[in-house]
């Protein structure tokens, strides 16, 4: 390719065409605090930590899984991408008996991906309460 017929036109197209092209943000893992405790020790990354919880579709509302119904909240590890992208950021900074609704876009969750009756490119919106953190004293 030979560039030097006009160099500086070139480059104003190239910036033409840049700025006609779309610019997409991720979107924001959003949380809403349905009931905060006191603690001296929140979590944080590489906690192994006990959470129960209800999904479900933001589309919808069809809920797709709950602990609850299992009698069994869920341990993992925060921060080590055990979970998705949304509960390893929204999950941070609570105190145990902490609630929170966390909505994650897809690209915080299971992205353009379907997951069993999770439809790709769903936002989910996750009922969260942080039962406990391994090792550290329970305070309530």
């Known amino acids: ?3 030097s017929a006009n160099p500086p036109s070139l480059l ?3 910036l033409a065409l840049l700025s006609a092209a779309p ?3 991720a979107a924001d893992v959003t949380t809403e605090y349905t009931l905060s405790k006191e603690c001296t020790r929140k979590t944080q990354r590489g906690d192994t930590i006990s959470v129960h919880y209800r999904g479900t579709l933001a589309s919808d509302g069809s809920q797709f899984d709950a602990s609850y119904d299992r009698g069994q909240p869920l ?24 609630k929170r609704k966390l909505t994650i ?4 969750g299971y992205g353009d991906r379907a997951m069993g009756p999770i ?12 039962v406990s953190i391994k090792g550290v004293k329970d305070e309530l």
């Not at 439809?119 to 942080?130: N, Q």
Request: glycine content about 12%.
């Open 1 to 3: 390719m030979h560039l």
């Open 23 to 25: 610019v997409v943000f």
């Open 12 to 14: 104003l197209s190239l």
């Open 119 to 130: 439809p790709a490119g769903s936002t989910l919106v996750f009922e969260t309460e942080l």
């Open 75 to 98: 341990d993992f590890t925060v921060g080590q991408g055990m979970v998705i992208k949304g509960w390893d950021e929204g999950l941070l900074d609570m105190c145990p008996g902490d």
């Open 105 to 108: 876009p897809p690209e915080h």
